[in-house]
């Protein structure tokens, strides 16, 4: 049945006369198989981390008749050298690993937008002053930070956090920068000048919503890497203390008695594969999604 052409426009409209678009960002996403499948490890991992202290088992309580245990209906992915419950330590080790990923990244994000959004629109001396201080903290290697900071304030998360800080603030306030410099000249921002906008309103009511997206989008693709730090330093000793679980330490003791038991190693390393892949494939379907050049090819 064809409809009339007042219906038909209708149809194809919303209530302010503005054209529907055919599908939702989020429909978009989904559709995409990569951004599917990143999602789907996403939740599975935010699920295993809300999870964490209700399987019955205390993931500290050392059992040492239990050691080297295979999976079993009692320990779904076996026991480490102590007797402690791998399942039980992976998914306490995952809401570590992401409440400190995800808000290390977010307090970067904060700190580096806000910081380019004063170089990018402020005066040019600001403007390079700024910009030596991001060179300078992106100059240090990540691994000497990472000792400097552990030998002043100790194995801990807050070395872990300070050391995600230090690193991610500069990219982000180098692409806000970028990004503002290109745009203040633009005429609507000129008008809003005219019309007696101060520099704060003009910033955060206007500059800073039309740079935004592209940097969220590189902060989802660098929560990966922070949770890499994360089990590293942890690995290494620098990071979560023991006997707190952490993916990183698991790992170290999975490779120290590798020879009497496989499963630390995979029960250490899997996580991090999951997580990695998830929020990697995540925000390649982001990017893909709200790109005008790739979404205008889909």
């Known amino acids: 049945m064809t409809l009339p052409a007042d219906a038909e426009t209708a149809s194809r409209t919303d209530a302010g006369g503005r054209p529907r678009r055919r599908a939702s960002s989020f429909a978009r996403l989904v559709s995409d198989p990569l951004g599917a499948l990143g999602l789907g490890l996403i939740v599975l991992t935010v699920i295993g981390a809300l999870l964490a202290g209700v399987t019955g088992q205390d993931a500290t309580a050392l059992n040492p008749i239990d050691r080297f245990q ?13 007797g402690r419950d791998l399942f039980t330590r992976v998914l306490a080790g995952a809401r570590i690993a992401l409440t400190l990923s995800i808000g290390a990244t977010a307090l970067a994000l904060v700190i580096g937008v806000i910081a380019g959004l004063i170089a990018g629109y402020g005066p040019r001396w600001l403007d390079n002053l700024l910009l030596l201080v991001f060179d300078a903290m992106k100059s240090v290697p990540t691994v000497m930070l990472a000792l400097v900071l552990v030998t002043m304030t100790g194995p801990s998360l807050y070395a872990v956090l300070l050391v995600v800080v230090i690193v991610n603030a500069p990219a982000y306030g180098r692409m806000a920068r970028t990004q503002t410099l290109a745009i203040r000249s633009s005429e609507f921002i000129e008008a809003e000048r005219s019309l007696g906008a101060k520099g704060g309103r003009i910033m955060f009511r206007h500059v800073l919503p039309n740079i935004i997206g592209p940097i969220l989008i590189v902060a989802a693709m660098d929560i990966p890497v922070v949770v890499g730090i994360e089990a590293g330093m942890s690995f290494l000793g620098l990071g979560v203390r023991p ?7 698991i790992l170290y003791d999975g490779f120290s008695y590798l020879r009497e038991s496989p499963w630390p190693v995979i029960a250490g390393g899997l996580p991090i594969i999951v997580t990695t892949l998830g929020f990697t494939f995540l925000g390649e379907a982001l990017r893909d999604t709200f790109d005008p050049k790739i979404a205008g090819r889909k």
């Open 70 to 82: 295979g999976p079993s209906a009692a320990h779904w992915l076996g026991t480490d050298n102590l």
């Open 243 to 249: 006997p707190t679980p952490s993916w990183g330490s």
